[in-house]
């Protein structure tokens, strides 16, 4: 069964004669000017798109015939052939080097131009996508250029096939410690990505094991290399993570001490041989002192000293470092009141604001625990100001329902992206501190831990492939709406139908408040099984040394992180948002239990207490994830039946899922305070 294989690069046969005569009209007959890997990925996917959805294959034809026709090429390509007057109206300048224009004109032409290759192949994908989702083409007239350098994705894959974190089969990269030979299905990942405007992928897991160590060394590096050219045809580059100890388990060092001349001629070597086999390499992605991974802290150097010496070994070849700023005690005394891993990643590295060298970027996770279905935005982002930054997103449900659960998560996203950190005064957004825009840096983007793997529909769970499609259009533009992403998606995925456009959206769209209805409340998090993380537990890390509690007792709930007499974490914020966390009547409801430590009878802004708001939430909660089931059931006839039933399943299993959450979860707390239910219903 290879439903959902093809996601929504789908491209329909549209049966709309109408529609399809008025594309047919100018796109029967096509020019790209060209021979780049770039032009011939673009030839390759418009020719698939038009001939499939068309039911014509489209005619190639020289640049200088008259006519109707799509022209694709660069500025410079076209130059000299009459494009004349409206090329040059255009603002070529603000396009750069990705940006590109889609425009219609009079003669029956569409041009797909820009200043390159690469926005070449972006205005092809973003043609197929205006016919994809019904636009008409007659008058188009686009510019686009994306909001953010870096658009990247990370790959958590290691060497033997599994893949930490995935719940989507096993690596589309790896088997049995080896490349895996036959790359088509890499292929058609890379085309998924460009799609959507992905322009950079590391293809390793961040806890970097033995084997991947030797990922940068002559035994693997043909093999990226070949890995390497397929990304690039799609304007992808490749990306590794690294092993900050490797100098000593690869080089045969005794030490790493990224201030050891020794160490630091180790990892020039090591660059200069990984661009002699891949010259547009990308660069590392380094997790260093962190959850007992080797860093800079065994010499008793700091993360600017670990960085910066990546970063002075790859600065020759134009390479960069992505530091991750997850980093943390993961050994704490729950006694210790003092110590909150909320606040380490703002604590390790404010002090080093400025210290980074200009090819460092510092990866920062949007909350500050560990992608939870509620955080707050970590501080850290618009805390610094001096270096850049990469807001980190997690797009594999390791929290949020491990794919078995709908859970969309642009919505979520939206708000992190659109979270005014004040660090400039008012609308200095998430989105402008990580695209760099705010401090005036060219550096920046977004990364986020990617969710596929070899299952035949990549996701497992087939609505899951709108995480990670509408993951790609933030990253290239933030200020896409959740709606429009969604519609877009659900219009390529599963054709034009309104009805089922209605029903898919209404989905996605409430997906993730019901997921948060049913797991742990009012942003105290966790209350996962420990290890996997999947199911209730609410004392699954309670009592445990991560760090990650909730503190319920008879009385009460939540982590104490005020200034005023809690672990100071509130503080870390500019204000007005540090005042608002602060007080626990402003504090959203949402995020209460992160903030502040509140007895059960203590009343929400919503009205309720905050124990009639756990059953309350619990209860609809999971009767919403039934009646997901039923919205689902709705459009059968409308959905391809494959998908149909892979999804049939995956809703069915969270149904009870969700009940069983809702019990457990009702039950700890029915049973901690003994305040029974206003509705008296049933609580096992
Ligand atoms: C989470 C996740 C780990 C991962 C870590 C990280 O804690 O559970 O599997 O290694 O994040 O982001 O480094």
């Not at 859970?407 to 402008?432: M, N, R």
Request: charged share 25%; aromatic share 12%.
């Amino acid at each position: 069964d290879r439903s959902g294989y093809e996601c929504w690069l789908r491209y329909s046969y549209i049966d709309d004669d109408i529609s399809r005569d008025a594309y047919l009209k100018r796109c029967s007959r096509i020019a790209l000017i060209g021979e780049s890997a770039l032009i011939e990925s673009a030839r390759a996917e418009l020719k698939l798109a038009l001939t499939s959805m068309l039911g014509a294959k489209p005619l190639e034809i020289g640049i200088s015939e008259d006519g109707p026709a799509i022209v694709a090429g660069t500025f410079d390509s076209l130059q000299g052939l009459g494009l004349g007057s409206f090329v040059e109206a255009a603002d070529i300048a603000e396009l750069g080097n990705e940006g590109y224009i889609v425009l219609a004109s009079e003669d029956g032409r569409v041009y797909l131009l820009a200043e390159t290759d690469k926005g070449v192949l972006y205005a092809v994908f973003h043609l197929i996508r205006m016919m994809q989702t019904g636009e008409d083409i007659e008058t188009a007239s686009v510019r686009e250029f994306p909001r953010n350098s870096l658009r990247m994705i990370n790959h958590w894959d290691n060497m033997d096939g599994s893949i930490e974190r995935g719940y989507a089969g096993r690596s589309i990269f790896y088997r049995d410690s080896r490349f895996i030979e036959d790359l088509s299905r890499v292929r058609d990942y890379a085309r998924l990505l460009a799609s959507g405007g992905i322009n950079a992928v590391s293809i390793n897991n961040v806890n970097v094991h033995v084997q991947e160590s030797k990922l940068i060394t002559e035994e693997f590096l043909p093999d990226v290399a070949k890995v390497a050219d397929i990304f690039r045809g799609y304007g992808i580059r490749l990306y590794l993570s690294v092993n900050f100890a490797s100098p000593i388990e690869i080089g045969g060092l005794e030490t790493a001490d990224p201030l050891v001349p020794e160490v630091r001629r180790w990892w020039s070597g090591a660059a200069k041989e990984i661009y002699r086999h891949i010259p547009d390499f990308g660069g590392f992605v380094v997790k260093a002192d962190s959850e007992f991974r080797p860093g800079p802290f065994t010499y008793g150097r700091n993360h600017a000293d670990g960085a910066n010496m990546l970063a002075e070994a790859l600065e020759p070849y134009g390479g960069e470092v992505i530091w991750r700023c997850f980093v943390y005690n993961c050994l704490q005394d729950w006694r210790d009141r003092s110590t909150d891993r909320a606040r380490a990643a703002y604590d390790h590295f404010m002090p080093l604001d400025g210290t980074f060298r200009d090819n460092v970027l510092l990866q920062i996770k949007n909350g500050p625990m560990d992608f939870q279905v509620r955080e707050p935005v970590s501080p850290l982002l618009g805390g610094l100001t001096r270096t850049n930054q990469l807001l980190e997103l997690q797009i594999t449900q390791e929290y949020t329902g491990q794919q078995r659960h709908l859970c969309y998560l642009v919505p979520q996203w939206k708000e992190i992206l659109e979270f005014d950190t004040y660090a400039q005064g008012e609308h200095s957004t998430v989105s402008e501190v990580a695209s760099g825009r705010l401090f005036g840096r060219k550096r920046g983007g977004l990364a986020a831990v990617g969710n596929i793997g070899d299952d035949m529909n990549w996701t497992g769970h087939i609505l899951a492939q709108a995480n990670w499609y509408g993951y790609a259009r933030l990253t290239w533009n933030p200020c896409l709406s959740s709606e429009q992403i969604s519609r877009e998606w659900i219009r390529m995925t599963f054709g034009q139908d309104m009805g089922t456009e209605g029903i898919i959206l209404k989905m996605l769209s409430d997906s993730h408040r019901i997921y948060e209805a049913y797991t742990a409340p009012l942003g105290v998090g966790w209350m996962v099984n420990p290890g996997h993380h999947y199911g209730p537990n609410v004392d699954g890390y309670e009592y445990s040394k991560w760090g990650t509690y909730h503190y319920a007792d008879r009385y009460g709930i939540g982590v104490d992180r005020t200034v005023r007499s809690g672990t100071g974490y509130a503080g870390q914020y500019h204000s007005p948002q540090s005042d608002l966390y602060e007080s626990p009547e402003r504090c959203p409801d949402e995020l209460l239990l992160f903030f502040h430590h509140v007895s059960y009878t203590h009343v929400l802004k919503s009205g309720k207490t905050v124990i009639q708001h756990i059953y309350d939430s619990h209860f609809n909660g999971a009767d919403q994830a039934v009646d997901l089931v039923a919205q689902w059931d709705s459009i059968k006839e409308k959905i391809d039946e494959g998908i149909y039933l892979q999804v049939r399943e995956r809703l069915l299993h969270q149904a009870e899922h969700a009940g069983e959450w809702r019990d457990i979860v009702n039950t700890y707390f029915y049973r901690k305070s003994g305040i029974a239910d206003d509705y008296d219903r049933l609580i096992y």
